[in-house]
C-alpha cells in the first residue's frame, strides 16, 4: 500500500459559455498541454479516470468517444458517474492500494452550451412524485434552504448580494472563469431576475463548458511529476436521504460528517485556525454560509458578520472560494475537480491576482444531487 | 404488495441536446470523395493511416496533419448478410454489410459489399476495390460500395 | 504490501425477469441488499460505504442512486456511484474493492441494477451513436431504403456484433451450428439457475436453430433478453473477514484490471483502428490480472469462467481471449463436453448474459456468479461440483471496447 498521494499536475481550460471546439478537441488540448507542462507522456499514467454522466453528455456511455482523447486508448480506465472530486477520490483510493503509482483524473462538460442544466437535473428527480409535479428541484430546494438560513440568522438579501459581488470579483481575477461582470454591484444583484425567492439570476453559479484534469500520484511516483506536490491528507464523503422533507437542509449533518472524517484523516483539531482557504462547490451563492458552517469553518450563524467584516474575502482570516468559485464557472462534471486545482494552485503559491498569503492547508468541497445531497470533502497541504 | 401499478409517461428528451462534433477528420474525407480519392491522415511519428483522419494520433497522443490519399482497393475484413428483416422474414434480395481494410491503412471502413452471386462463397480476405457513384458531389453517398475483384 | 479482500456475500433481488410493473427502481434493489446482509450476520449499519451503477439512460433516470438511497442503506452514508457501460457491474465492483485495498473502509456493498421494462433499450442503445449519427446526415449519407443504416457506414449493436461472429467463425472454422449449440447450453445452464431470466430445460441446438436470423450469422437466439434485476455483494478486508470468523466460505479477490481501446464498430466519425473481432485489450488486462493473482497458467490454474457475452459467438470467443482455450478451439471444447457444467472448464454455469441480461447488474453477477462458485454456494444444481480454486470472472462494455476481468479464489494471495 501507498501511504501518501499527492496532486502533482492540474490544468483546466479557459471556461465559456459557449465553446469554440467540441468535447473531445476541449478534453484533448487540455491533457495534451498537462503532459507537456510536466514533460510527461501518456505512458506516465497507470489509470485514467473520467468525471462525466450520460445526461449531461446526452449520450449513452459517455465515454465511448472521448476514451482515446485522453491518452487513454489500450489503457486502464474507467468512470465515476459524478462530480470531478469524487473521481479524484476514486483514483486516490486506487493509488493508496498500492495497485496503481499515477492517475489521471479528467471531468467536463458543456453544460454552458449544449444542453439546459434544470431538464438535466430534473431527470435526477423521483420520477413519480416529483419529476412529473416541477415544484421540487435543485433551484427551489436551494431556495428552501437559503430561505431558512436568511430567517433565521437574520441574513439579508443585501448580505446575499454582498456576498454574490465578493465571488464575482474573485472570479474577474481569475483567468480562467466564465462570468465576468467587474462592474456588478450590490443592486445589480438585488435587482437581478428573482427565480425562486430569495434566489435570483445572479445567485446562480455559471454553468459553462469546461474541463479539468488533475493528475495524482503515489510519493514514490512524485518526484518525476514535481517538487512541488500537494498532499491529499483527508478525504471524506457523505450522502443525505433522498427526500427534501426529510432533510435538515440547515444544519446539512453529512456535510458535517465528510467535513469531519477528512479531519480528523488529516489530523485537525480546529478547522477555523488551521485550515488557510476552502474552494466550495456552491450551485447557489446562498449555498456558500450554509456549508462553510457546516465545515466548521465558521460560527452556526455568523453568515452576517462574515460577510460584513469580509472574513472569507481573500485577505480574510478564512478566504472562501478566493477563485470565485462556481459563481465564475460551473463546468458540471468538472466543478469539485476544478476546486482541488485551485487550492493545490493556491498552496503552490502559483495563484495570480486572487492570491491567499501564506497558505499552507486547504479544503476543497463537491457536491452532487438536489442541495448537495451527496458531499466530498477532501484536505489538502503543501 | 399490490398488482396495481401507476405508469408515469416521461421521457428523456435527446432533442433537448445541441451537440457539438469534431468533424475535421469527416470534412477532410469527404472532400476527397467528390474527387473520387480516399483521403486519411497519417501519423508521422508512428506511421499509422487513420481514414476518416483525425487530426490527433490515437496511440501516440499527438497533433498529426500529413494527409494522405490511400488504395481504391484492399481486403474484406468481416462482413454479415442480412437475409431477413427484424421479424425474421427472408428478404428477397439478401445484401452483405462488411468491414474492409484498404491497402496501406489501419482503420476499417464499413458499406456495402457486391460483386458475388452466393453469399455463402464469400469469404474474409478477398479482395475487394472501391466503386463511385457516377456522379460524386462531395457526400458520403458518393462511395457507392465494395466490389469483390 | 496489498491489502487482502474477500466477497463475503451476494444477493440478487430475486429471479430476472422481462417486467416488473409492481414495483420501481428503489424497490427493485432493496431486497438484493437485503439478501446479500441476510446472508451474513451482519446489520444493514455495519456497512462502511457503497458503490452502485447502472446505465441510467436505459430508464431515463439521471443519478438513480439519489433516489434510492434510502432503500439501499446509503443515506448517511459515503456513496459512489461508477458507470460505464456493459461493464457498469464489474467496474462497480471494483471500485468497491479499491474502497477496502486503500484500507478506507472495512466493509463495502457493490450494487448493480437495471430495470429494463422502464425503457426502450435499444434507444437507449442508440444513445450512444446518435449525436454522431445525426452529424454523419450533414454529410450526404446514403439512406435509400435497402441501406438503412448502412448507408451511414456503421453497423448498429448487432450489426457490430454480426462482424465479429463472422469473424470469429472464419478464424475457427467453425459454423453457425457452434453458435447454436452454445447458446443452447447456457439456456439449459440457465434453468439450473433459479435467478436466471430465459431457463430453458434441456434446450438443443434444434431449438435454437429454429429461431430467425437477425443479421448471418447472428439468430434471435444468439442475443441476450432485457430483464429487470439487482445484484449486491459484500466486500470486506482480510482482518475483518478474521474478526466476523468468516475465511472459509469467501471469495478472495487475487487479481483484476480494466481497459479500453476506441469505439469499434460504429466509429463512424473517425477510422477506428482496433479489430473488434481481435479484442486485444481483453488478453492484454488478462495477462496481467493473471500476474497479480499468482497464476503462471490459466488452463491449469483456472476451473470455471463466467463470460460476459451479450451475443452467443462471445461465449466461445472470450474463452480464448482470456488465455483459457487455444486460439479457435472453443468450438472443439463445447463438442467435446469441456465446457458443461461438469465438464473440464465449466463455462457460464449460471446461464450467462445470453439468458440473464439486466445490463447495470450483468457484469457484477458474473463476478457474483464466481465469487458463489468458489464459495460452493452456487443454487439450484448449477454448483461445479469438481474442486475450485481460482475462477475468473469477465466483463465487457462500450462499442466493443471495454474490458474487465477478475480472478476470485478459495485462498488469499500470500503478501
Redesign the interface.
Known sequence: MNERVAVVGYKQTKHTFDSPVARERMIYELVKSLFKDLGITRDDIDTFIFASNDFTDGRTISEVYTVPRIGSFMKDETKVEADGLSAALYAYMRILSGLYETALVIGFSMAGSEFRVPLTQAYSLDPVYERPRGIINYYSTSALQASAYMKKYKFTEEDLARLTVKNLQNANNNPYAARKEPTASVEDVLNSKPLYLPIRQAHVSAYADGACAVILSSKKAAKKFTDKPVWIDGVGHFMDTYYIGDRDLLAMEHLSAAAKKAYKMAGIKNPKKEIDLAELHTNFASEEPVFAEAMGLFKPGSGKDVVKNGESGIDGAMPVNPSGGPIGANPINATGLIRLAEASEQLRKEAGKNKVKGAKTAVVHAQDGPGAQLNTVFVVRR | ???E????E?????T????????D??DLY?KGLKDKKIL?RKCHKCG?V?????T?C??C???IDKVVEVAQEGVL????????D????LIE?P?I???VKLDG????????LEGWTD?RSV??GMRIKVVWKDVT??????L?HFQLI | MKRNVAIISVGYNGRFVSKRPDINIPELIQPAVDNAIGKTKLKHDQIDAYVVGNMHTFEGINQPHLWASDHFGGSKKPVMRIATGGSTGASVYQAAYYHVASGLYDVVMAIGWEKHDEGDAQVGLMGILLPEAFSMFNFGPDMSEDRGIAGLGGGGSTGGAAFQAMSYLTKAHAGIEHIDRVAAMMRSNAAKNPYAHLQQPGCTEADIAKTPIISYPLRYGHTCPTSCGAIAMILVSEEKAKKFGITDRVAWVKGLGSGASDATTGNIIEGQITDPAEQYMCKVVSKKVYSMAGIKDPRKDIQVAEVYSGFSHQDLMWPERLGLVDEGKSPQMLDNGSFAIDGELPLNPSGGVTSTNAIGASAMVRVGEAALQVMGLAEGGHQVQRKIENVVAHGWGGLFQFVTVTVLGRTPVKK
Open positions: 404488495m399490490t398488482q401499478t401507476r405508469i408515469i416521461n421521457t428523456w428528451d435527446l433537448a441536446y445541441q451537440w457539438k462534433i469534431e468533424s477528420a469527416l469527404v486519411g499509422t487513420y481514414v476518416p483522419g483525425p490527433y490515437r496511440k497522443f499527438i497533433d475484413d468481416a462482413f454479415t448478410v442480412n437475409i431477413a427484424v421479424k425474421g422474414n434480395h445484401y454489410t462488411c468491414t491503412t489501419h482503420s476499417f471502413l464499413m458499406g456495402i453469399w469469404k474474409e458531389q462531395g457526400a458520403l453517398a458518393d457507392s
